[in-house]
């Protein structure tokens, strides 16, 4: 591994990343609609947000739009799902076969956005050798063997909290180089892996939060 | 309803609700690990983040640390839980029946937070009267009338992306106050509605594009 500089410096933000999915949606829906053209303009108002935004955000794609019409709709979302990595298929393993690892497995439309999950691993022996959804469970003593085997080097981290910086530890130490992280942990993983925290349980804090906010407001 | 100004300021800025839950999930994990005291630094230090940041965040919550030794551990946990509200139990709804939604009513981990899913609702007539982990599952065309004996008022909106304005159009009308929007799609609702987008998809194009960008980097 070759020293590194403090932070890796990336190409496309990060926040960038997280709004092209809108609007390949919203092109999508157009798409359906009958609609050949859209401009930046068009999406921005629809989706409410700032129209020199979405065409910053666009400048990182691959696309021109033709003056006055916009962008094709055919390309814009052929162009945005190669982009977004959509239409590849990325293998992963999910590491902790609970309750919401098991919902995780369930969830065929991940295949929809380029994800594979080809194995679940956990510590719990009576869940080996069994499967969700058609996905073999295997003990987690199993995953460096495996992860060799197969060269797969993205991981689901659905663990209890208490065991995330763990078992992130072991799937780093095993070849894992991204790590979807969907505990409420802030894991510490050397600087070359990518981890990307999606803590949908702190989400409800804040929709709490508001509704008692608006309830106080009497709205 | 009241006439409303163009953005109702809430007390609790977003980002520190979206950051509590991490030192909640620190806590307990120090609780387990036999500490008794935690001080805002030691927090900071031990999930990357700045302290001064989580002296501020905390300032929210009614607690006060002891000079020297920081917050009580238990407390803290107390606390936490209950100004996030998940020590409380909040009723939902969930709209679309398919691959994620059904995904989450298998989730049992959604009750730790305080969420419980009363029914699902779907427009596939193959679905009424099944049900999912003991969730009952409606045509949508009752929600109303449920939602009328129920006062249930969270919905979570799982619908595929064409569907998402309009389902979401329906909830409203049918007395949902806050969606949990789980589509890619930028729905558009009254001000006094909540709305919380957790596109759990849009977060895999920032760890493909990484990949990639650490690849072609040879990291």
Chains 1, 2 share one sequence.
Do not use: C
């Amino acid at each position: 591994m070759p020293h590194l500089k403090s932070t890796i410096e990336f190409h496309v933000p990060e926040p960038t990343l997280r709004r092209l999915p809108w609007y390949l949606a919203f092109a999508k829906l157009a798409l359906q609609q009958g609609e050949s053209f859209l401009s930046s303009t068009r999406i921005a108002k629809s989706i409410a947000v700032d129209a020199s935004m979405v065409a910053k955000d666009l400048s990182f794609v691959k696309i021109s739009g033709r003056t006055r019409v916009g962008y094709d709709v055919n390309e814009l979302i052929a162009v945005l799902e190669h982009f977004l990595g959509f239409t590849d298929s990325h293998q992963a393993y999910l590491f902790g076969v609970g309750n919401l690892g098991g919902a995780l497995m369930h969830d065929n439309g991940l295949q929809q956005f380029g994800m594979e999950i080809k194995a679940g691993f956990d510590v719990k022996q009576e869940l080996t050798g069994t499967s969700i959804n058609h996905i073999p469970i295997h003990h987690i003593d199993k995953f460096t063997e495996l992860q060799q085997q197969t060269g797969i080097h993205i991981g689901i981290l659905t663990v209890p909290v208490n065991k995330a910086q763990e078992v992130s530890d072991i799937m780093v130490k095993g070849g894992i180089k991204a790590i979807w992280n969907f505990t409420p942990y802030r894991i510490v993983v050397p600087e070359n892996v990518i981890v990307q925290n999606t803590s949908i349980y702190a989400h409800l804090a804040v929709m709490y939060n508001r509704l008692n906010a608006l309830k106080e407001l009497d709205l």
